[in-house]
């Protein structure tokens, strides 16, 4: 073998294990680790992130405490994000999403849904909840 293709084949071989996420799965069946999309935007679910994935949420649901804030991160695709009634208090739409990140405070106690638009709709398709205690 010459050494151009000894090469390539290495660098293939360091893409794929650089691929592997890895991570748990809790009992909700959400995924841990870190989520890379096409964007190069690295998410790590969970502790008050969702990562915004191609026509998923990760975690699907999240619980957080009264005050406390939910990230919502970009990692691949285009979505226009809603929340569904009930409504939090002083908590608005994310609307169109792209890139970058979102975040939202929670000052009540609630269970909050919430969908993209494009991917989804009330409980259906790329859908999540936010719980507040």
Do not use: W
Not at 23 to 34: I, L, Y
Not at 47 to 53: A, F, L, N, P, R
Request: proline share 3%; net charge neutral.
């Amino acid at each position: 073998m010459n050494t151009r293709r000894l090469a390539a084949i290495a660098a293939a071989l360091i893409g794929l294990a650089a691929c592997g996420g890895g991570g748990a799965t809790n009992s909700t069946g959400v995924t841990g680790g870190t989520t890379g999309g096409t964007n190069n935007n690295a998410c790590t679910p969970g502790d008050g992130t969702i990562c915004v994935q191609s026509t998923t949420f990760n975690p699907v649901g999240i619980t957080i405490s009264k005050g406390g804030s939910v990230t919502f991160q970009e990692v691949q695709g285009a979505h226009f994000i809603v929340f569904d009634t009930p409504l939090a208090t002083g908590v608005s739409n994310i609307g169109d999403f792209s890139s970058g990140t979102a975040s939202r405070t929670f000052t009540e106690v609630g269970t909050f849904p919430y969908h993209c638009t494009i991917h989804g709709g009330v409980g259906t398709g790329m859908h999540g909840t936010i719980t507040v205690q």
